[in-house]
């Protein structure tokens, strides 16, 4: 008996089907960590993150008023300290006034 002949799609489909076939044979999947390695990953990597930090940076992380400073221009100064001496005069007052419209006395 002659065999018919293979068209070149099956033989192609056929080969690609043998070649998955075998790498997923070969395949080998690893283990997800466990959650005390993933915790301990994570505590490794915030205490290096930790240690490279300079005095300077631990300050800003818990006072964030200082990374204006590292920008601030001197020669903006006087007219910080006159806007906030105005804020202070009109607030202040504006404040006792609150305190005596809601029968409270005014030193509150």
């Given at each position: 008996m002659?065999?018919?002949?293979l068209s070149?799609?099956?033989?192609?489909?056929?080969s690609t089907?043998?070649?998955r076939h075998s790498?997923?044979?070969?395949?080998e999947f690893a283990e997800p960590p466990s959650s005390k390695e993933r915790a301990q990953e994570w505590v490794s990597e915030v205490s290096?993150?930790?240690?490279?930090?300079?005095w300077f940076q631990w300050v800003?992380?818990?006072?964030?008023?200082?990374?204006t400073l590292e920008g601030y221009k001197?020669?903006?100064?006087?007219?910080?300290?006159l806007s906030g001496f105005t804020v202070g005069a009109m607030v202040i007052p504006q404040g006792m006034s609150y305190a005596k419209l809601a029968g409270l006395p005014v030193e509150y």
């Open positions: 002659a065999q018919p002949e070149l799609h099956r033989t192609i489909r056929d089907l043998h070649k790498v997923l044979k070969t395949l290096e993150e930790a240690r490279n930090k300079s800003k992380l818990f006072l964030p008023c200082f990374t001197i020669r903006d100064l006087p007219i910080d300290l």
